[in-house]
């Protein structure tokens, strides 16, 4: 199973911008296609954002298109979130997840990020 560490969170005030990494234990990091997903509190986690293994394709979820951007660095074993015109509605624990079959093989711990208005 990979292990994922997220970083990067933190307390901002809406309209900041943040960037989320998560690094991942396997060295076949390629091989798995990397989502961003949320949880807010008193909410079910919702998906965020997804991307291939190779980079090319992504996808996001209508309320974060055009403000968020995922990447990765395939070389480094990382995945980022790039986060911009932050919202209050952002406010959430976010998660790392590796993917393949389109199923979440692994979890990260999660990392706090609180947007103040």
């Known amino acids: 199973q990979v292990q994922l560490v997220e970083s990067g969170g933190g307390l901002v005030q809406a309209g900041d911008s943040l960037r989320l990494s998560c690094a991942a234990s396997?060295?076949?990091?390629?091989?798995?296609?990397m989502a961003w997903y949320r949880q807010a509190p008193g909410k079910e986690r919702e998906f965020v954002a997804v991307?291939?293994?190779?980079?090319?394709?992504?996808s996001y979820a209508d309320s974060v298109k055009g403000r968020f951007t995922i990447s990765r660095d395939n070389a480094k074993n990382t995945v980022y979130l790039q986060m911009n015109s932050l919202r209050s509605e952002d406010t959430a624990v976010y998660y790392c997840?590796?993917?393949?079959?389109?199923?979440?093989?692994?979890w990260g711990q999660g990392t706090q990020v609180t947007v103040s208005s």
């Open positions: 396997e060295r076949t990091f390629s091989s798995y296609a």
């Open positions: 997840a590796a993917r393949q079959g389109g199923n979440v093989d692994s």
């Open positions: 991307i291939s293994g190779s980079g090319r394709s992504t």
